[in-house]
């Protein structure tokens, strides 16, 4: 029988010797045939042939993943990442290597969505997650059900790659960055309702500009979902008239807790809003994305209060500091003025400059005098030769045409009117008489009058003459009011 390929040999199969019976032989005369002992015949134990167990690829591979995501449940793994790739289902694959090796590596989208930061390539992280092998390719992998940087916290890392997205739109540029207002009149402020940062600020802002107008829009400034809250209090108050300056502000905490400011959806915010904002969001050595894409960072909320408006008396001091640089500026100028008019007047050639001005204004005076009277002078020429026109213009005007035409409408309409009325009179009084002579030739007239049509039976023929119709005849006999069945039984001719 032929071997098939792939198939084992089966084990050599070993048959146990039986023991050897040993017999004492007695001794035998000599002379005599000893009697041979007769060994029996030992039969040989049965073979059992192992039966192969035959698997499937499938079958296979699910033993296989069975037996790996028994074994390695809960596993931590640190690598590189490399062909990072979101498909358009939002899960993650990629690739998780070290110097020596590399695992395929998935990340589905409910787990992906709690991550602060970007998985992308280059990165050394440690994931967490269990072996499991993909069927179709018969390739094992890692689920990862988390992903941390190695060596640097997610949240700083996820900070660092927004600083670095919006660095390279331009949302940091300091060209872009608008001047705050000197004296604003509306002033928002965006911040938690109940947080010290809002009386803080308001206590300040009182003290320094009392007549300012402060607009709250409250928002949580903490915690799941503070981010979306902080930017639509932030487009609501932006979207209030004549408000100046926004001022967005938290009070000190963690990383964690200033994290609503490291939003990347609240920086486009800011970016887009129509006036200035300023961030006052932590203490002095906290730094957030908001600090980098507002108009002005201040190190607290008090600050930001501080920087919006100047104190009352700073800026009058300003405003009287600028008055007096104006005066002194206006005496330097008059001064070089009087000394260069004293100059002038030195000069040789200023001799007899009065009169010679004085001659020229006189001129002036005559040549304005004569310009004035030829300008009347034109002026009542074309004032006459517009009342012409204007009389000819009249002799043409459709108005008066018009009225006239009115006139003669109105006149032609009662002329219409009247031979209208005449006309319907003589036909009304023609219908009358035509009417009284069908009425007189009409045979219902005839009737009225006592007479009757007499039919046939079947009503298809008048009866004129007695001779065409015999006794036992059906007859009917339309009267004016009514039509009477009836059988002859009798006929007389003309002369009867």
């Known amino acids: 029988m032929s071997k098939l390929p792939f198939d084992e040999e089966p084990p050599p199969t070993k ?75 939002g899960h993650l694959y990629f690739t998780l290597k070290d110097s020596a090796s590399q695992i395929k590596g998935v990340m589905f989208r409910s787990a992906l969505r709690y991550l602060k930061f970007k998985p992308e390539d280059g990165l050394h992280v440690v994931a967490r997650g269990k072996i499991s092998v993909y069927d179709p390719k018969g390739e094992y992998q890692i689920i990862c059900e988390h992903l941390e940087p190695k060596g640097f916290g997610p949240l700083q890392l996820a900070f660092e790659q927004l600083k670095k997205k919006l660095l390279a739109e331009g949302l940091f540029d300091a060209a872009r960055k608008r001047a705050l207002p000197a004296l604003p009149r509306r002033i928002g402020l965006v911040t938690s309702i109940d947080g010290a940062a809002l009386r803080d600020m308001v206590r300040v802002l009182r003290r320094r500009y009392p007549n300012a107008h402060l607009i709250i829009s409250p928002s949580r400034v903490q915690g799941e979902g503070a981010a979306a809250e902080v930017v639509r209090a932030l487009k609501l108050v932006t979207r209030v008239q004549h408000v100046d300056v926004v001022i967005v502000a938290r009070g000190g905490g963690s990383l964690e807790d200033l994290w609503a400011f490291n939003d990347e959806a609240l920086a486009r915010a800011i970016a887009a809003s129509p006036v200035p904002v300023i961030s006052g969001v932590g203490h002095e050595t906290d730094v957030t994305i908001c600090d980098f894409v507002s108009d002005l960072r201040a190190a607290t909320p008090s600050a930001a209060a501080e920087l919006v408006v100047r104190r009352k008396d700073e800026f009058v001091a300003q405003i009287t500091r600028t008055c007096g640089q104006l005066d002194a500026a206006l005496r330097n100028r008059l001064r070089r003025m009087e000394s260069r008019l004293h100059s002038l007047e030195a000069r040789s050639g200023y001799a007899g400059f009065a009169g010679r001005l004085a001659f020229r204004g006189r001129h002036t005076s005559e040549l304005t005098a004569a310009l004035r009277h030829a300008a009347g002078h034109e002026i009542a020429r074309r004032s006459r030769r517009h009342e012409q026109l204007r009389r000819s213009l009249d002799q043409f005007d459709p108005r008066h045409r018009l009225g006239a035409v009115r006139t003669r409408l109105v ?14 009179g003589v036909l009304q009084s023609r219908f009358g008489g035509l009417a009284a002579r069908i009425e007189g030739l009409s045979p219902l007239a005839v009737l009225g009058r006592g007479y009757a049509v007499t039919w046939d039976a079947a009503r298809t023929r008048i009866i004129r003459d007695a001779a065409t119709v015999k006794p036992g005849d059906d007859i009917r006999v339309t009267l004016e009011k009514g039509v009477i069945d009836a059988t002859v039984t009798r006929t007389h001719g003309p002369d009867h």
Do not use: C, H, M, Y
């Not at 134990?45 to 449940?73: G, H, M, N, W, Y």
């Not at 006149?411 to 319907?424: N, V």
């Open 15 to 89: 048959v146990p010797k039986a023991p050897a019976q040993v017999r004492t032989v007695p001794a035998v005369p000599k002379g005599l045939v000893p009697n041979v002992p007769i060994v029996p015949k030992v039969q040989a134990p049965t073979v059992q042939v192992p039966v192969r167990q035959v698997l499937t690829v499938s079958e296979l591979s699910a033993t296989i993943r069975d037996a790996l995501e028994t074994k390695f449940q809960k596993v931590w793994v640190e690598g590189e990442i490399s062909n990072a790739r979101l498909w358009n289902t």
């Open 411 to 424: 006149s032609r309409e009662a002329q219409l009117t009247a031979a209208a009325r005449r006309r319907i």
